[in-house]
C-alpha cells in the first residue's frame, strides 16, 4: 500500500551543529508535504510544509527540500538549539486527501 | 483564543467498558481527523470527516466510532470491541477538504486495564 519511510529513527547532534531528516514516499500524485514537531506527551504541531510545485520553502532556521523525481523529501534544521530536541514527524498526502506519516525520527541536541 | 482542545488529557478504565473522548474545535475548520500513536510509532488514522452529519473509516476503525453532530465536535467512543485500547489518542482539524494543513489537539492518554 501507500506508505511514508523516515529516516533516521534517532540522531543526535551537537548544539550549533545542523540536523537532515529524509523521507520517500510512493504515491507519484501526492502533492503535499508537511513536517510536524512533538515534544514529549504533546500533540504533534505543525513546523513547516512544502508543496509538488516548489522545490524549496526555509523559515528562519528550518527548510525542506522536495525531490519529486525521486519521491523524496528532507528537512533541515540549521545552528540546533537545546529546544529542538523533539520527535519529527514527515506526512505525504495521498490522491485520497489523507495525510499519511512516517514513523517518526527521535532528535536529541546535546549543549 | 482559537484552537484544538482534547479532555480529559488522562484517562483510566477498565476493560470491557466503553470510553468516549472529546474532541472541540473554534477554528472553523470543516474536516476533522482521529489518530492513534502508539510509542515509538507514527500516527494511524481511526476515522475522519469532512462534513457534519458524515464521516469515513479510517486505517484501523474497528473496535471505534464516531459522530459529528455538529461543526465543532467529533467525539470518539473506544468501544470493548478495541482488543488494544491502551494508546495516545491525538485529534486534528483541518480548514477544508482540499486544504491539507492540520492541527492537532493536545492528545488523550488512555490507559486500559
Known amino acids: 500500500g501507500e506508505n511514508v519511510e523516515q529516516h533516521p529513527s534517532t540522531l543526535s547532534v551537537q548544539e550549533g551543529d545542523s540536523a537532515v531528516i529524509k523521507c520517500t514516499y510512493s504515491?507519484?500524485?501526492?502533492?503535499?508535504f508537511p513536517w510536524y514537531k512533538q515534544e514529549l506527551g504533546k500533540g504533534p504541531q505543525l513546523i513547516i510544509d512544502?508543496?509538488?510545485?516548489?522545490g524549496e520553502k526555509k523559515d528562519q532556521r528550518i527548510a525542506v527540500t522536495l525531490n519529486k523525481t525521486a519521491k523524496h523529501f528532507s528537512l533541515h534544521i540549521t545552528e540546533t538549539q537545546p529546544e529542538d530536541s523533539a520527535v519529527y514527524f514527515c506526512?505525504?498526502?495521498?490522491?485520497?486527501?489523507?495525510?499519511?506519516f512516517g514513523t517518526g525520527t527521535r532528535l536529541q541536541v546535546f549543549p | 483564543d482559537g484552537g484544538i482542545t482534547q479532555s480529559p488529557k488522562y484517562l483510566f478504565r477498565k476493560e470491557g467498558q466503553n470510553v468516549t473522548l472529546s474532541c472541540e474545535q473554534n477554528l472553523n475548520h470543516d474536516a476533522m481527523y482521529w489518530y492513534r500513536q502508539d510509542p515509538g510509532q507514527g500516527l494511524r488514522l481511526i476515522y475522519y470527516?469532512?462534513?457534519?452529519?458524515?464521516?469515513q473509516k479510517g486505517d484501523i476503525a474497528e473496535g471505534y466510532s464516531v459522530s459529528r453532530e455538529k461543526k465543532e465536535s467529533f467525539p470518539l467512543t473506544v468501544t470493548s470491541a478495541q482488543k488494544n485500547p491502551t494508546a495516545f489518542y491525538l485529534c486534528?482539524?483541518?480548514?477544508?477538504?482540499?486544504?491539507?494543513?492540520?492541527?492537532f489537539g493536545p492528545g488523550t492518554r488512555l490507559t486500559v486495564t
Open positions: 486534528a482539524s483541518q480548514p477544508s477538504p482540499g486544504k491539507y494543513e492540520q492541527y
Open positions: 512544502i508543496r509538488s510545485n516548489v
Open positions: 470527516s469532512q462534513i457534519v452529519n458524515d464521516f
Open positions: 506526512a505525504a498526502v495521498l490522491y485520497t486527501d489523507k495525510l499519511i
Open positions: 504515491d507519484s500524485a501526492s502533492n503535499y
